[in-house]
């Protein structure tokens, strides 16, 4: 009996006769009889690749199960009794079994006697040039000449990403050593092949009892079955979602790779999701020669190399030509369905040039202040491209400040598709919550006579994401919400370097149960399967433990009884494997996960100490920023928002002092900082570039925030106005305030004005402070810090005096919060 799923062997086999139908009586209606083969598996005799792959596939597994292998011909004979075709075929063509009108990874499964066919559409995909083998650059030259030396940035730049294999194909169809891997063992499809007849081996197989609850063998899960019956089957599944696309590196982990397909994912060739319009400008040599097609901010044009993300002017009737040219290009050259024209990462602001004023809807709030301005060019772009392409799509996230729909636009041209960007939020479990998420996306499909796309970002556990968000029910209930409405799905989430799956202990729950929900209906069903098989002696306990973090985990960053509890649930799970089984192992990788909510929870059971408050000042408004802190409201600031610093380890008065005002308004935290120092001695200024550590070097201040989701922030910054941005929840990723900064130095002191733009629920967690406005009932907590660094001695004060040499002590942050 298998190791992996002893108990349910007969359990197995049971549901396999109930779920297949009864078998046929004759003694040879058996794939396997008694452990030996009584099937062959017959492809075509030049089949598309991922029909070999499925072939191999159901023979690989056909032998975990059962001891017994099957053979693979394409010229089936009499000695066998029982033939199972895998894909289309001379064969299955005579039978009359015609699969091609079943699109989007569907697939037939359907038996006669003595047969079986396991058949959908299976397509080869073959890359149109020029496409780059490694990087962008290898197409450049090329693409220049296709484009009349356009000077577009190329869509295809990291199209390598999605095929497998490493050297190319080495298939030996017809030799007893077939695979369909190449030397390296990677598995030679690309992400774009139609793999029907493999989701149908994958659906087969699964019927027997198999599962791949995770990458690899640790994920695997299979029955042991002496004899498997030859069902009685008549099935067509068509899918609700065509697009089923999570961002796996399909050149990256065997193990990831087999396990998505083996999902059902599919990644549709040609529909370009996300940021088109840095595509088309993100050249160099294109913002050079068109600086009026960029933003203008502070009377500068967007287009510099140490420009922010190279944001573009909408009313730039240049830029709207080029777009249109360029997305005419991809349409005919590369054969897109769908080209995106959404505007760059961190788009928050609106060109400043006269022909862009009164385009922003500023009384709509963080969510919907520039929706009219940029759907309005979405709209215009789709309107334009329409006229030679009246079948190709245009297509726009709904995200940041243009989430919500215009108001100026009562419905979207025909050919616009709208990606909802949290179009589902599954981790978003209370029920408040769920109302305010279906609001949102109805909202977006009254607009449009397309269905919408769902874009999630997942939270990332490479960016420090450590709550068990193991939310199934919200899962499975969201996607069962936009079946009909929504055409499918692109999910990102955290991927290891080379498409591994860290914190696999989180990151499997998620990416299977939504990779399912796009097949099956009932999440509570995939639950139970789940937990049954999967941790088998623990099933009970990681059962109460999935349910209770699912209700309560968005309280567990503050709440300490409820991280206890959670953790509690999940020791008595521990008890029950034991460490060295396959179920004591799978338990331990979601031990790993936890290890941060361990800590979090010893953190938040010591408690913060007594700690300065801080109370910010309401209604922020008028304030420019340009560091002489003479803006009227600073002048009336009322004296609840005024701070100084202390020496960082005495507390004591420091001899350079420091004082500053801070308030909240537009969405973002406003601060206005003076540092004394010496008259007529000159700063100590470590670099005049942002991102640079050389800041550290000379003079600086360190602003430390720790939110009421995130902990914490570090934006530092010197008296030439160098800025330096870290997420120190977890360094190892680039992060981008967007925090609008200006310095001014004079005899004897300098100067910081700074606007923190803050972001609830956001999905751009590279970008931005995530938070909600601090309250007194829910505060944050944070900290102003000074450096003076002299050859002649150095001085550290902070608003809240750590009593040590550090300013990252978090449980000495201050409290900051408004009434």
Known sequence: MSSKL?????????????????????????????????????????????VMLAADELRSYVEKISGAKLSITNAPGNGVPVK?????????????????????????????????ALIGRDDDFTPIEPWPRRRSAEVIEQWDKLTGNAKWGNPMGGF?????????????????????????????????????????????????GVRWFMPGEIGEVLPTMSSIPLPRLDETIRPDFPIRRFNFNFA???????WAMRLG????????????????TGRPEFQAAH?????LYGGKRNNTPESHYHQPCLSSEGLFQETVR????????????????????????????????????????????????????????AEETAKTHPNKKISCCAYGPYTLPPLKIDKLNSNVVVIVVGGREPFSSRPEQRDEIRKFRESWIEKTDNKILVFENYPFTLRGFYLPAFCHKTIGASINETRGFSQGEDIWTSQGGAGGLPQAGWNHFTIYF???????????????????????????????????????????????EKTMRALNLFAEAEKKADVQSIYGRRIAIVADYLKPLKSKSQQLQVGRGPVPEFRLAPDADGIRIDGKLDDEFWQKCPYFANGSLAELETGRKPAFGTSFKAAWGNESIYLAIRCEDRPGAPLNIGTKRNEDAALWDGDAIEILLETDTHSYYQISINPAGAIVNIDRLNRKNVWDSMAEVATEVGDGFWTIEIRIPVVEKTNDPLHQVDGRKPTDSLPWYFNVCRQRLRQTGSEFSAFSPTGTKTFHDVMKFGKLYMK
């Open 291 to 295: 600086p009026d097609y960029f933003a």
């Open 6 to 50: 002893m108990s349910f062997s007969s359990l197995v086999i049971v549901l396999g006769y109930a779920i297949f139908g009864q078998p046929a009586a004759s003694a040879e209606a058996f794939i396997v009889r008694d452990g030996k083969a009584n099937a062959e598996i017959v492809i075509a005799g030049n089949p598309p690749r991922t």
């Open 514 to 560: 939504t990779a399912r929900m796009y097949w099956e209906k009932d999440a509570d069903a995939l639950f139970d399967d789940y937990c049954r098989m999967f941790y088998v002696p623990a099933e009970k306990e990681m059962r109460a433990f999935f349910e209770y973090c699912e209700a309560n985990w968005q309280d567990m960053e503050k709440d300490k």
């Open 84 to 116: 199972i075709y895998v894909g289309q075929s001379a064969h299955t063509d005579k039978l009359g079994i015609k699969p091609y009108d079943i699109k989007d990874g569907g697939y037939r499964m359907v038996s006669g006697d003595k047969w079986l």
């Open 252 to 258: 990256g982990s065997h193990d990831v790779t087999m």
């Open 326 to 381: 360029w997305a005419r290009t991809v349409f005919d050259h590369y054969k897109f369905e769908t080209v995106d024209v959404m505007p760059p990462d961190a788009f928050v602001s609106m060109c400043q040039c006269p022909k862009c004023e009164g385009k922003d809807t500023l009384e709509r709030g963080r969510l919907g202040r520039m929706s009219d301005y940029v759907w309005d060019y979405v709209n215009r772009v």
């Open 160 to 208: 390598f990403k999605s095929y497998s294999g490493q050297g190319g194909s080495i298939f030996n169809f017809g030799k007893p050593d077939f695979q369909p891997r190449d030397q390296n063992d990677a598995v030679c499809v690309w992400a774009f092949d139609e793999r029907g007849s493999f989701n149908a081996v994958c659906d087969f197989l699964r019927r027997l």
């Open 265 to 280: 994912i599919r990644d549709p060739y040609g529909v370009m999701t996300a940021h088109g319009i840095n595509t088309l």
